[in-house]
């Protein structure tokens, strides 16, 4: 009798655990993210000062901006996704760059990851780009390295992207999303981390919330903007910044992420 009772009472607990695993899964499939962007201003500055050591105002300018301003600069954005649709955008769409240096651009980027489809509302200075194109084609080799995020388990990956941006990524299989901040894809979970050493810029969940289904009208791509693609807005803009310098090819760099 004792050994029926406890093969029932197993049974039971797990097929309460297996009920539990389900339903954490199904809420899993949906959400929303919330991610921090870092930018290193100290460091990006003094990248610059090292691009002009003769010229004084660089460091009068450094000085100046260490007096005024915190060593990072931070922007909140949400990632809403459902399945294989995700809609990343700043929680406060303010235009709030505060000089040429700290310019950071705040993209609204909508990814449906099932038909490597993508769509992005990018803002350089006065001019509002919509870019039409697939998604983003990254070579990642995942490693063994593994670290929490936002209260999920993660494992690294790292890859190159526009053929010299080191890209460091924590991605999580309890998400099945391969979704992830920006226009950052193509791992076989989401994407909660996101750190680009070189270019001393981060993104970082800081929250997941799971129990609420988005609605349609949360998960739609942007439509304000001169549509044009990917290739065709780099080319412009390069164009248009032959002559920025340093600091040009670092908001080139920033509005093509």
């Given at each position: 009798?004792?050994?029926?009772?406890?093969?029932?009472?197993?049974?039971?607990?797990?097929?309460?655990?297996?009920?539990?695993?389900?339903?954490?899964?199904?809420?899993?499939?949906?959400?929303?993210?919330?991610?921090?962007?870092?930018?290193?201003?100290?460091?990006?500055?003094?990248?610059?000062?090292?691009?002009?050591p003769d010229d004084p105002w660089m460091s009068?300018?450094?000085?100046?901006?260490?007096?005024?301003?915190?060593?990072?600069?931070?922007?909140?954005?949400?990632?809403?996704?459902?399945?294989?649709?995700?809609?990343?955008?700043?929680?406060?769409?303010?235009?709030?760059?505060?000089?040429?240096?700290?310019?950071?651009?705040?993209?609204?980027?909508?990814?449906?990851?099932?038909?490597?489809?993508?769509?992005?509302?990018?803002?350089?200075?006065?001019?509002?780009?919509?870019?039409?194109?697939?998604?983003?084609?990254?070579?990642?080799?995942?490693?063994?390295?593994?670290?929490?995020?936002?209260?999920?388990?993660?494992?690294?990956?790292?890859?190159?992207?526009?053929?010299?941006?080191?890209?460091?990524?924590?991605?999580?299989?309890?998400?099945?999303?391969?979704?992830?901040?920006?226009?950052?894809?193509?791992?076989?979970?989401?994407?909660?981390?996101?750190?680009?050493?070189?270019?001393?810029?981060?993104?970082?969940?800081?929250?997941?919330?799971?129990?609420?289904?988005?609605?349609?009208?949360?998960?739609?791509?942007?439509?304000?903007?001169?549509?044009?693609?990917?290739?065709?807005?780099?080319?412009?803009?390069?164009?248009?910044?032959?002559?920025?310098?340093?600091?040009?090819?670092?908001?080139?760099?920033?509005?093509?992420?």
């Amino acid at each position: 009798m004792k050994h029926i009772l406890k093969a029932l009472l197993f049974t039971i607990i797990t097929g309460i655990s297996l009920q539990t695993f389900a339903q954490h899964a199904m809420f899993l499939s949906h959400g929303k993210i919330v991610f921090e962007k870092k930018v290193n201003m100290y460091a990006l500055i003094q990248e610059e000062m090292k691009r002009y050591p003769d010229d004084p105002w660089m460091s009068q300018y450094y000085e100046a901006y260490k007096k005024t301003n915190p060593q990072f600069a931070t922007t909140d954005f949400n990632l809403v996704f459902d399945g294989q649709k995700t809609l990343f955008k700043a929680v406060d769409e303010t235009d709030n760059n505060h000089s040429f240096y700290s310019y950071s651009p705040k993209n609204i980027v909508y990814s449906d990851l099932a038909k490597q489809q993508a769509v992005s509302q990018k803002k350089v200075f006065e001019d509002l780009f919509l870019v039409k194109d697939s998604t983003r084609k990254i070579q990642w080799k995942i490693t063994d390295e593994t670290r929490e995020i936002a209260g999920f388990q993660c494992r690294r990956a790292n890859a190159l992207i526009m053929d010299s941006i080191y890209v460091v990524a924590f991605y999580t299989d309890q998400i099945p999303s391969s979704g992830g901040p920006e226009s950052f894809n193509g791992l076989p979970g989401m994407i909660l981390g996101v750190a680009l050493p070189y270019d001393h810029i981060t993104w970082f969940a800081t929250k997941v919330s799971t129990g609420t289904m988005a609605t349609d009208a949360e998960i739609v791509p942007p439509v304000k903007g001169k549509e044009t693609t990917k290739h065709a807005l780099y080319l412009k803009l390069k164009d248009a910044m032959k002559d920025w310098g340093g600091g040009g090819a670092s908001i080139l760099k920033n509005v093509m992420l």
